[in-house]
Nanobody, 127 residues
């Protein structure tokens, strides 16, 4: 069973907004550190944002002030609200989790290694 399933990607013009969702399955989801990671064509994966079980968050500098990560532990859903999108935000966005339940690190990442991944959802921003 795939523990993480993303939705909400699509195409948008620069300056537009999208909200990504990630439905999680499994026990103790509320205790996981959860994150969004993106990968643009030809580039390495990049941490975007992470949130721990207490709701503390961390963001990559490139998205601070534009993206907001949040979670609904009762419904086991992770969100990423993306505003003021730019062409450089174009990437496949992955939902991921650290199920060992360590907290957030810095720069948009969980402290520990991510051990569960979704299949990804594509976001395309045109200029």
């Amino acid at each position: 069973q795939v523990p993480l399933v993303e939705s909400g990607g699509g195409s948008v013009q620069a300056g537009g907004s999208l909200r990504l969702s990630c439905e999680a399955s499994g026990y103790r989801v509320g205790g996981w550190c959860m994150a969004w990671v993106r990968q643009a064509p030809g580039k390495e994966r990049e941490a975007v944002a992470a949130i721990d079980s207490d709701g503390d968050t961390t963001y990559a500098d490139s998205v601070k002030g534009r993206f907001t990560i949040s979670r609904d532990n009762a419904r086991k859903i992770l969100y990423l609200r993306m505003n003021d999108l730019r062409p450089e935000d174009t990437a496949t966005y992955y939902c991921a989790a650290d199920r060992a339940a360590y907290g957030i690190g810095s720069g948009g990442a969980c402290h520990n290694t991510l051990d569960a991944w979704g299949q990804g959802t594509l976001v395309t921003v045109s200029s």
